[in-house]
């Protein structure tokens, strides 16, 4: 009996470490975040001002890639940005034109896999 404990230890400990390892090679092929503003840069943040400019930044590091950004709105509502072409190195931003008070959620998908989400919040 205390073989099997341990054997099935073991296992689930190697299969975290490979879910670990296989998380961490797909974060860091891409950076992405969003700020309050727009330009080159603007710093990551999760609270921006309702008035304020938002953007949702990318970048790939490892290859030229399409990528789509999507974004929920607090009222629920998605609204996607498909097939954006990204130059390995080259830092994009997608323009996030709300002013809904509350929590907001901006996705990023490569060739249709998830590579990365950010929440936010509009206050005021």
């Keep these: 009996m205390r073989g099997i404990k341990t054997l099935g230890a073991m296992l689930l400990a190697v299969v975290l470490l490979a879910g670990a390892a296989t998380a961490t090679a797909g974060a860091a092929a891409y950076k992405h975040y969003v700020a309050c503003g727009v330009s080159q840069n603007a710093k990551p943040a999760h609270k921006c001002t309702k008035g304020s400019k938002k953007g949702a930044f990318f970048k790939s590091l490892k290859g030229d890639v399409n990528y789509s950004v999507c ?19 080259t830092l994009y931003v997608n323009k996030v034109t709300s002013n809904i008070p509350g929590k907001h959620r901006v996705t990023w998908f490569v060739e ?13």
Excluded: E, L, W, Y
């Design 71 to 89: 974004v929920k709105f607090p009222t629920g509502k998605n609204i996607c940005a498909k097939a954006q072409p990204a130059t390995q190195g």
């Design 112 to 124: 249709g896999k998830r590579v990365g989400s950010f929440v936010f919040k509009v206050t005021g």
